[in-house]
Every structure is written in structure tokens, then in C-alpha cells.
């Protein structure tokens, strides 16, 4: 296997002894730096702590995207190699596709089987994503059955904790009280996962101040080129009140220096910020220190993903490799949750 640690880091602690972490980001495009300073830092960090389980949603892909499935394989290639290169260690961390592992279908039907309806009509973001996204097609069963493929995916490892923002603290509430329905009908099968509230990570500020996201154009992704970040960097608002030079500016309010505080120097970023509110400096300047650092900053991470990007093969090797590894996990689970259910042969 290729599977080789990029960062020669320390001895692997034999898993037995740790709790299992799991989460899943769906396939809908290449990570951005609002995701290097929450998600990412969370789970480099756990990886250490705990046996962790990260994979691939390309089935929650589908559930809202149904209608075109055509980037799923790309962008799921393109998160193994955001997520290796930004320090998740295959080697550590168990990295797998979702639809590698058809258990998750398997169970998915057996909890909707002991899932009442009005259940999954109550949680919130179904309720929100049905009045809000309006481009897509979300009247699906598979959109309305999303929250209990998230619970199998959970509950399919044995996840003890999963790490989540707050918008998703309702479908682990629900596969907390799934959990609960299941393992009184058929017995103690099931392991009822525990939120962490992720750490909170900065609020990294998109190109145009909204908050960083693919949908609103305004992300600086972690696998743009230095080009493509100065361009972005050069085209920042800053506080919007500051028209002229001479215009004293609030550094308080202004997206370029909310990003600057993240990966400048913490001496450069003071000086700006003092010289931005007397009107020494100009905004221009402070963009190009700012492409300066970014690029800097994101450097080492660029360098690495384009080494694993030379090998086409790489992502789907450790794919590959993640689906070999969960699969006993799986086979464990599954074997209990078959015989309870008298859908055994002979
Ligand atoms: N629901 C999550 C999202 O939309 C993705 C996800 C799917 C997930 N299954 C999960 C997260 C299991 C944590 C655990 O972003």
C-alpha cells in the first residue's frame, strides 16, 4: 500500500484503547480556508486523540443533487487530497467513500423502518432547506430520509462522538433518540453517539465580508494557485466607510484584516491596524501584504497536494484502503444487527 505517513509524525497508538470520532463532508467542492481554521484544525486534532472514522457523503450529495450527479466523483477526489494534504493522516484516520460501504443503505432501511415519519418531518433544516433552496428539486424521499442515512452512518461504526457545527446538533439529537427507539425494540445494539460541539473556528470572512462560501462566489479555496489568490485578495472589500487614503479606517470591521489576523504575523498585523486607523496606510498596501502572507501561509499545503495530485491513483488508493479498514467495523455492527432483526439464513 501506498499509504505512507507525509509527516513522518510519531508512533500510531494501537486503536483499541481510543473512542471512536466520526464525521462526513459531502463532495460539493474543493475546501476553502473558512474550512482550514474550523473543520480541518478539529480534526487533525482529534485523529490524535481518537480512532477516526472521516468519509466521503457522496450519497448526501445525492440526496440534494440527485438531479446531477455528474462533479460527485471529482469533488470526492478532490476532498482526499484537501484532506491529506491539510494533515488528516491516512495512516491514523480511516478515510472512506460512503458509498463504498453499502451497509450504510442496509441500515439506513432497517432505522426507517422503526422511525416514525412525523420524526423526520420536524427537524429543522428540512423544514428551512425546502423553503429556502429553490434551484433544486428537494421534494425527493431521499432528501426527506437524509438525517437517517447520517444516523447509520454514524451508528455503523460505533461512533462514540461526533463533532458538529451547530446546524447539524438536531440529526445527531434524532440519531440519539433513534438509537434509543432501536435498542428497546431489539435490544442493546446500538451505540448512542455524543455531540462535540466543534471547536469554534474563526469566522473567516469571504471576499465581499459575507461569511466564506461556495454558494455566495466569495471563497479563497485552500487549492487555489498564488495567481488565482491574489486576484481574489486584490478584488477584497474592505470597511466599506473608508473611500479615500486619507479616510481613517475601522480594521475592526474590514474582511482583509479579519484575515490577515489568521495567518500574518502577528507584528505586521498590529502594525496595519494602527496604521490603518490614522490613515497612514492605503488598502492597497495591505492587500498585497496580505497576498504575501496567504500565499506563504497556504504554501507548504499547496506544495503537498500537488505531490499527491501527481498520482491519479492516489486518492482512490486510499479510498481504497479506508473501505478495506471499515469493513470489519462494519461486518461487527451489521452480524448483530441482522440476527436481532431475524433477517439471517437458515
Ligand atoms: N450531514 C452532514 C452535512 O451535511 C454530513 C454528514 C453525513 C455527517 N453523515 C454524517 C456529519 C455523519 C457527521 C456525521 O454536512
Not at 133 to 139: E, Q
Not at 158 to 185: A, S
Not at 203 to 231: C, F, Q, W
Request: net charge negative; proline share 5%.
Amino acid at each position: 500500500m501506498i499509504l505512507t505517513d507525509p509527516f513522518q509524525t510519531e508512533e500510531i497508538v494501537p486503536h483499541m484503547t481510543k473512542k471512536r470520532v466520526l464525521t462526513g463532508y459531502r463532495p460539493t467542492g474543493r475546501l476553502t480556508l473558512g474550512h482550514w481554521f474550523g473543520n480541518l484544525m478539529n480534526m487533525r486534532e482529534l485523529q490524535e486523540a481518537y480512532e477516526a472514522f472521516y468519509f466521503v457523503a457522496d450519497w448526501h450529495a445525492l440526496t440534494s443533487d440527485w438531479a446531477d450527479t455528474s462533479s460527485v466523483r471529482k469533488f470526492t477526489e478532490e476532498m482526499v487530497l484537501d484532506w491529506v494534504a491539510a494533515g488528516i493522516d491516512p495512516a491514523k484516520a480511516t478515510v472512506y467513500r460512503q458509498s463504498d460501504v453499502p451497509e450504510v443503505a442496509e441500515l439506513t432501511m432497517y432505522l426507517a423502518m422503526a422511525t416514525p415519519m412525523a420524526w423526520l418531518e420536524r427537524v429543522p433544516s428540512y423544514k428551512e432547506q425546502r423553503e429556502q433552496i429553490t434551484d433544486k428539486d428537494l421534494s425527493n424521499a431521499g432528501f426527506f430520509m437524509y438525517p437517517l442515512m447520517m444516523a447509520a452512518d454514524i451508528l455503523l461504526v460505533r461512533g462514540d462522538v461526533v463533532p458538529v457545527g451547530e446546524d447539524q446538533l438536531p440529526h445527531l439529537e434524532l440519531t440519539r433518540e433513534i438509537t434509543r427507539r432501536f435498542n428497546n425494540t431489539y435490544g442493546d445494539l446500538l451505540t448512542e453517539p455524543a455531540a462535540i460541539i466543534a471547536k469554534q473556528g474563526a469566522r473567516v470572512p469571504g471576499t465581499d465580508g459575507r461569511k466564506m462560501s461556495k454558494s455566495y462566489g466569495n471563497a479563497i479555496y485552500l487549492s487555489d494557485t498564488a495567481d488565482e489568490t491574489s486576484k481574489k485578495v486584490m478584488s477584497m472589500v474592505t470597511d466599506p466607510a473608508r473611500k479615500l487614503k486619507t479616510d481613517p479606517g475601522d480594521p475592526d470591521i474590514c474582511p482583509l484584516h479579519q484575515i490577515h489576523k489568521l495567518v500574518g504575523r502577528p507584528e505586521d498585523v498590529a502594525e496595519f491596524d494602527r496604521c490603518c486607523r490614522v490613515a497612514e496606510c492605503g488598502c492597497v498596501a495591505h492587500k498585497r501584504k496580505l497576498v504575501e502572507d496567504l500565499n506563504d501561509y497556504l504554501a507548504s499545503f499547496r506544495q503537498r497536494r500537488l505531490e499527491l495530485a501527481a498520482s491519479p491513483d492516489y486518492a482512490w488508493e486510499v479510498l481504497a484502503d479506508g473501505a478495506e479498514r471499515v469493513s470489519p467495523v462494519v461486518d461487527d455492527l451489521m452480524s448483530d444487527v441482522r440476527r436481532a432483526l431475524h433477517i439471517t439464513a437458515g
